[in-house]
Nanobody, 114 residues
Framework: QVQLVESGGGLVQAGGSLRLSCAAS????????MAWYRQAPGKQRELVAI??????TNYADSVKGRFTISRDARNTVYLLMNSLKPEDTGVYYC?????????WGQGTQVTVSS
């Protein structure tokens, strides 16, 4: 059974940094792509960053230049978040696709204080 387990969220002041991790388990095959989404209170879930097995990445305009997504060979994806802003506050979800299935993590809270 595939599971995605996120870690690394927390409370940080504006301008600070956090690194999120998401470890995928339950499968020896690669997940492609892997991504981070976030959901702010009262808003829809939105794509933050995505990475494929070749290392190609894409980012939401609001985080370009501040966030970096990466992954290792063991199906773990990371999100390094620098220069955090209060509007980055939300629950961050890991997402991974394998063949025709989509998997989600349970979410990790990120709160940026002004």
């Amino acid at each position: 059974q595939v599971q995605l387990v996120e870690s690394g969220g927390g409370l940080v002041q504006a301008g600070g940094s956090l690194r999120l991790s998401c470890a995928a388990s339950g499968s020896t095959s690669s997940f492609n792509p892997m991504a981070w989404y976030r959901q702010a209170p009262g808003k829809q879930r939105e794509l933050v960053a995505i990475i494929d097995t070749g290392g190609s990445t894409n980012y939401a305009d609001s985080v370009k230049g501040r966030f970096t997504i990466s992954r290792d060979a063991r199906n773990t994806v990371y999100l390094l978040m620098n220069s955090l802003k209060p509007e980055d506050t939300g629950v961050y979800y890991c997402n991974a696709r394998q063949y025709l299935r989509v998997y989600w993590g349970q979410g990790t809270q990120v709160t940026v204080s002004s």
